[in-house]
């Protein structure tokens, strides 16, 4: 390729000096015109008009051509004796044409062949034979010719032409290296960016398969969130029922089991599901203002019966107010996953949430006084599956994939975490939590009796059968009036003829209408209609839920517990209006 590209640019150059030439030769003629032989200048016109012609046909048929590269080497010889015969009559004719006419003329002559050799240096530098012979033709017969003249003037003038001479082919040495040097670095240049452009292709392709895979993980993760969480809503709610009805002693039992495996089952699907989506980036963080002090106390309420059973305490010391500015869920999971990692693993310590406050942030301290963790095994205690002290892989303890998550929800909140731990001295987690100027909010005191519902209808909407029923019983358990649909239509039939308090409406329904469009639809004749969505893909609930705030969403499954919570809060709306049809409603008085 560098040879080609030196051929073309030799042949292009010279061909369009070659008409530079012929008027240089006319001018020549019309000095010499009435000191020279006419007939032999004339003869010498003609042979480089010639010679030139011949170089520009040359070149004209090469244009033409755009000969293979094993053809090269032929156009290359044949150009290179276009020239040689072309400097020839230059050089020659030159010395011949100056043998009889006066010195000045002669000096004039010299200066025209000095004058050629010196633009062939520019010209010819893409081919150092060409520059060199060139230079040669020109100026060699000059120079012998003012050394055989013997006089001081003329000697004097060899000398310099020599040096001259000398000094060109010096020149073509280095502007021929030089230029091969650069033909061959744009060469490599070029190569290189259709190397480059050929990864950037392959990284396009890769990105776009990888975009592919990234978005049909995330739609499996969404129907996996959906279609795995529908029957343990369904056996959720039919347990939970089971559980509130008047058993004997064995049936209670068999209960009480299967409502700790469905929980167990549950737990273990949303843990495998949370680390999937983590992986995908489908999870984002919320970031808002918050109580981090609130946070932690119903943290610690809520976790103190599964710690009770390990007779492990767990102990606060946090300021009030405490505001912090990060995703409360995801950080609220970040602490769970600790204590619940040292319950699993320990008895008969003690677990302690501290939080310090640190300039603009605050050091949040997960620590515990359990056995610790060997130095060789903390590097891996973050792995996925990776548990200690399990060899049996008790589902009581989990899957191992507690801190996993952890250290996922960590990077995504862009929280700086340490660790420190050794054997039989517990280990220590500190985060650093971004604070927040906004004030403290009013604290809500809790709320844990439990009360039946009688007089409150509800109605719920749900296309499986299975989950239908499950609503229908615990509903009915808890004291109140219930009804279940399977289709929209359905549910506005029922709602305008019996109008219920409240709906629970699934988020993926088998028709067309989503969860969102039937509450919609209801609303249209009660527009303040209290409404929740269930479902098992939170990520597209919340989205589909982003324009409507005033439509809570409930993760499946859907406990008892969490129920009766939705149910007060309902309760706690109904009292504020003074519905007349729940005025006598004992669960009111």
């Known amino acids: 390729m560098v040879r080609a590209e030196r051929l073309d640019l030799l042949i292009r150059q010279s061909s369009r000096a070659a008409y530079t030439g012929i008027l240089m030769a006319f001018l020549l003629a019309a000095i010499l015109w009435y000191q020279a032989d006419r007939l032999e200048l004339f003869f010498w016109i003609l042979c480089v008009i010639f010679s030139g012609l011949a170089r520009i046909a040359l070149y004209i048929s090469y244009g033409r051509s755009t000969p293979a590269f094993d053809k090269l080497p032929g156009w290359e010889r044949a150009y290179l004796a276009t020239l040689m015969v072309y400097f020839a009559t230059w050089g020659f004719g030159g010395l011949f044409l100056q043998r009889d006419v006066e010195p000045l003329y002669q000096v004039a002559v010299a200066y025209f062949l000095i004058g050629m050799a010196g633009s062939a240096i520019s010209v010819f530098s893409a081919n150092r034979l060409a520059l060199v012979s060139s230079t040669f033709l020109l100026m060699t017969p000059l120079i012998i010719w003012l050394y055989v003249q013997g006089e001081m003037l003329t000697v004097g003038m060899g000398l310099g032409a020599t040096a001259f001479l000398l000094s060109s082919l010096y020149a073509a040495r280095i502007l021929s290296t030089s230029l091969q040097q650069n033909l061959e670095m744009k060469h490599d240049l070029i190569a290189a960016k259709k190397e480059s452009d050929q990864l950037t292709t392959a990284l396009e392709s890769a990105l776009g398969v990888a975009n592919e895979a990234s978005n049909a993980k995330t ?51 949303d843990t495998l599901l949370d680390v999937s989506k983590l992986d995908a980036g489908v999870v984002k963080a919320e970031v808002e203002s918050f109580n981090l002090n609130q946070l932690l106390r119903n943290l610690q309420l809520e976790m103190s019966t599964l710690s009770d059973a390990a007779d492990i305490e767990i102990t606060l010391d946090c300021p009030q107010p405490c505001m912090v500015h990060t995703d409360p869920i995801l950080l609220e999971r970040i602490v ?144 109140c009036e219930a009804k279940v649909a399977a289709t929209a239509n359905e549910a506005v039939e029922i709602s305008d003829a019996w109008q219920p308090h409240a709906v629970f409406v699934d988020f993926r329904l088998s028709s067309s209408e989503s969860g969102v469009d039937v509450i919609r639809r209801l609303r249209l004749k009660s527009e303040h209609l209290p409404a929740y969505l269930v479902t098992g893909d939170k990520e597209a609930a919340s989205a589909a839920t982003e324009d409507s705030k005033d439509i809570p969403v409930l993760h499946k499954p859907l406990g008892g517990e969490e129920l009766r919570t939705v149910l007060e809060k309902i309760m706690a709306q109904l009292r504020q209006e003074v519905l007349p049809s729940l005025a006598t409603s004992p669960s009111l008085k």
């Open 219 to 269: 739609r499996f993760l969404a129907s996996a969130s959906h279609d795995l969480r529908q029957p343990i809503h369904a056996l959720s709610l039919l347990s939970s029922s089971l559980s509130s009805r008047t058993l004997d002693d064995k049936s209670e039992r068999i209960a009480k089991s299967m409502q700790q495996s469905i929980g167990s089952l549950s737990r273990q699907l």
């Open 336 to 479: 769970r996953n600790l204590v619940s990692n040292t319950v699993a693993h320990n008895h008969g310590c003690t677990v302690s949430l501290a939080v310090t406050r640190e300039n603009s942030r605050y050091a949040l301290l997960v620590q515990d006084t359990g056995k610790g963790i060997a130095p060789e095994e903390q590097g891996r205690i973050f792995e996925e599956f990776y548990q200690l002290d399990n060899p049996t892989r008790d589902q009581d303890k989990g899957l191992g994939l507690g801190l996993a998550i952890v250290s996922r929800l960590q990077t995504l909140l862009n929280l700086d975490m340490q660790f420190e731990s050794a054997l039989g001295q517990g280990v220590r987690y500190v985060f650093t939590v971004p604070s927040s100027s906004i004030p403290d909010s009013p604290e809500q005191s809790d709320k844990n009796t439990v009360q039946r519902f009688e007089g409150l209808r509800i109605l719920a909407v749900d296309d499986e059968a299975n989950v239908r029923e499950g609503m229908l019983h615990i509903l009915e358990t808890l004291g």
